[in-house]
Nanobody, 126 residues
């Protein structure tokens, strides 16, 4: 199995940018399609972006399209989420997840993901 660890969260001001990283260990990341999700207080976990094993297939939620960019570096066993023009509504715990069944495609369904990180807190002040 693969272990995932998110990093890069923190407290920023509205309009700032952050880059989250998700480092994998235990297995090669190229065996998985990857996704980013977030959960704000009192809300359900929300899909943000997904990328297939090679990076050739990417999908974004409408809420972040144009502001967030998902990418991966399989040589470094790491997936990234570049977040620009952050707003207070982006405040949440951000999670990465790995899906190891249909890695050529992407999925927004969190139930399809096999492994999850512990999350990293992102707080955006106004």
């Amino acid at each position: 199995q693969v272990q995932l660890a998110e990093s890069g969260g923190g407290l920023v001001q509205a309009g700032d940018s952050l880059r989250l990283s998700c480092a994998a260990s235990g297995r090669t990341l190229s065996n998985y399609a990857m996704g980013w999700f977030r959960q704000a207080p009192g809300k359900e976990r929300e899909f943000l972006a997904a990328i297939n094993w090679s990076g050739s297939n990417i999908y974004y939620a409408d809420s972040v399209k144009g502001r967030f960019t998902i990418s991966r570096d399989n040589a470094k066993n790491t997936v990234y989420l570049q977040m620009n023009r952050l707003t207070p509504e982006d405040t949440a715990v951000y999670y990465c997840a790995a899906e190891g069944t249909v890695i050529v495609a992407v999925t927004t369904d969190q139930d399809e993901y096999d492994y999850w990180g512990q999350g990293t807190q992102v707080t955006v002040s106004s």
